[in-house]
């Protein structure tokens, strides 16, 4: 092995087993910083040791014990500090500077562990950006770069977001556990927020984008599907997941090689991902069988999944889906919801039966401007035969939408438009 | 990125001697590991090849060979496939794995293909023309 070698698999280690170190250190220092602080002390020794030992058999354990050794100083270090303290006649907490039972703490429940780190880096506490990038650094092993890039950010404001965000949780004194009861669900959902801003995030990034970008879907999967084996008994998480999975497996098909968006109906559903369509209905039928009311992340992935199951846009069932629609606008009212369920409806009952639905959305001040909204309305038009009346809503739909490409193909629709409704002319 | 791990057959894996209860509950272990990592896609064994068939192709003919094959350690017995960060992270993962057999054997690392992966080379001239290609393809089947 070279050193560029050993370098690059002890980066890979890291990335790797980082989170389950950092997790382990939290629960007994009971401070994300302060652990991270630790679980990096512990990186630098293998960086050190590493290219001249060689790898350790169990790279893992090994950086678990180092990271183990330092807090153990660490506490050796409070534990004098307190006893100058107490000849000086302080009086303080022996708590704080007792060692505590590192292999046990250790070894058990690795799997809590993660999952409290994931509860306290999404701590509604913390503003969204912030559970966002934390989430990044501490569980995805992005380091502070990677997460600038993919954001389109300056380095230094991802570090101080950072910084600041685990101030706030030391300061608010988090504890760090797996909620329970009426709590759980309220923290959960703000979890499957962050995860599913991850994924979206790559998402919508485009071509040219800078790779890290596109990354982020397989960082929001990853983090869904390491949720999911967490968390089995909540339905809600394998929602997620199977929405996920059903989503990416339209990456390839979702843009033309010049960058323009293809809609879903228009896409080659051979270049769907079948492995990823397979996995995203397994874990719908997992979310399923745990039964309960459909939450909102379970909707979405079971109307992702009546597109996914047929081989072509026609078979669609629109009844279903307007249904489903019409369930998660009652879970979640929102207009965009809304706007989904009419273009629904005007598939399974017509574009006259969808258009009082588009109309009532007119006066929406969320969707003023929303360049669906408009484009939707148009296309109803173009169905209905009122041609003079798509061509502006085409026109203000390419006015609003901020993806050029976009723009041109609802140019293109204003212009063929106004030919149809001028039929002599053309 | 996408890789698919290979398990390369041994005289054993070839004879459809099963494996151990032990290395069983190992492998169960290594699997569970990488539910957990969230990187397992598939996995899957395979038959012996005595079960296995070859279809050879030479210019217009195809002749159909039945198994068992002879280079028993070039044939797979398993495979998986993985959704990793970089290859570095599939090598470690490998590393970890139960030796998948009693005696000596190998496992292979493969990067599956992206449309990305082909570079420059493919330009968006060739890349439209592949997906009209492609979807000729899927009208006529």
């Known amino acids: ?426 | 990125m996408r890789f698919v791990v290979m398990v390369k057959a041994t005289k054993d894996s070839e004879a459809g001697k099963m494996p151990s209860t032990k290395l069983l509950e190992e492998m169960g272990k290594f699997n569970e590991e990488l539910v957990k990592a969230g990187i397992m896609l598939a996995g899957e064994g395979l038959h012996p090849s005595s079960k296995g068939v070859r279809v050879r192709f030479n210019g217009d003919t195809r002749t159909v060979i039945d198994g068992p094959f002879a280079e028993t350690k070039e044939l797979v017995a398993g495979f998986w496939i993985w959704q990793v960060k970089s290859r570095e992270e599939a090598i470690e993962w490998v590393k970890r794995c139960p030796n998948p057999h009693e005696s000596e054997g190998e496992i292979e690392i493969r990067q599956v293909f992206e449309a990305d992966d082909f570079g420059p080379a493919l330009t968006p001239e060739l890349r439209e023309a592949e997906q009209r290609l492609r979807s000729k393809i899927d009208t006529k089947s």
């Open chain 1, 1 to 426: 092995m070279t050193a560029t070698d050993t370098q690059r698999a002890i980066e890979t280690v890291w990335k790797m087993e980082s989170a389950k170190v950092i997790a382990g250190l939290t629960r007994i220092v009971r401070d994300v910083g302060m652990a991270e602080d630790l679980a990096q002390d512990a990186l630098v020794s293998a960086l050190e040791q590493w290219p001249t030992s060689g790898i350790p058999r169990n790279p893992a354990a090994w950086l678990m014990a180092a990271a183990k050794h330092r807090a153990i100083d660490h506490f050796r270090r409070h534990k004098m500090l307190d006893r100058k303290h107490q000849e000086l006649g302080y009086e303080l907490e022996t708590q704080q500077g007792s060692i505590p039972d590192f292999d046990a703490a250790l070894d058990d429940n690795v799997g809590d562990d993660m999952l409290s780190l994931i509860f306290i880096a999404c701590h509604p506490v913390l503003s969204t950006e912030a559970r966002v990038a934390l989430t990044l650094r501490l569980l995805g092993g992005l380091t502070t770069e990677e997460i600038a890039r993919a954001f389109l950010v300056a380095e230094p404001t991802i570090a101080q977001r950072i910084v600041r965000a685990k101030r706030t949780l030391s300061e608010a004194n988090v504890p760090f556990e797996v909620p329970r009861g009426a709590e759980l669900a309220g923290r959960l959902s703000s979890v499957l927020e962050v995860v599913y801003l991850i994924f979206n995030e790559g998402y919508s990034a485009t071509a040219g984008d800078d790779w890290m970008r596109p990354a982020l879907c397989e960082d929001g999967l990853r983090l869904g599907r390491i949720l999911a084996a967490l968390a089995p008994g909540e339905p809600e998480v394998h929602g997620l997941v199977a929405l996920m999975e059903i989503q990416a497996s339209r990456a390839a098909a979702r843009t033309r090689p010049n960058g323009e968006p293809i809609l879903l109906l228009d896409q080659d559903r051979g270049r769907w991902d079948q492995l990823l369509i397979h996995r995203g209905l397994a874990a719908l039928e997992r979310a399923e069988r745990l039964g309960g009311a459909r939450g909102r992340y379970v909707l979405q992935a079971s109307i992702a999944a009546c597109h996914a199951r047929v081989r072509v846009a026609a078979d669609t069932d629109w009844e279903g889906i307007v249904a489903l629609y019409g369930e998660l606008a009652r879970l979640m009212p929102s207009p965009v919801v809304e706007l989904n369920r009419a273009v629904a409806v005007s598939m399974a009952s017509g574009a006259a039966a969808a258009m009082p639905l588009v109309d009532a959305l007119a006066s929406e001040p969320a969707l003023k401007n929303y360049h669906l909204l408009p484009s939707v309305r148009g296309d109803l038009l173009v169905k209905l035969g009122r041609f003079g009346e798509a061509r502006p809503e085409f026109e203000r739909a390419a006015s609003l939408t901020r993806n050029a490409r976009e723009r041109d193909l609802l140019l293109e629709r204003a212009r063929d438009a106004t030919v149809r409704s001028n039929p002599t002319r053309s």
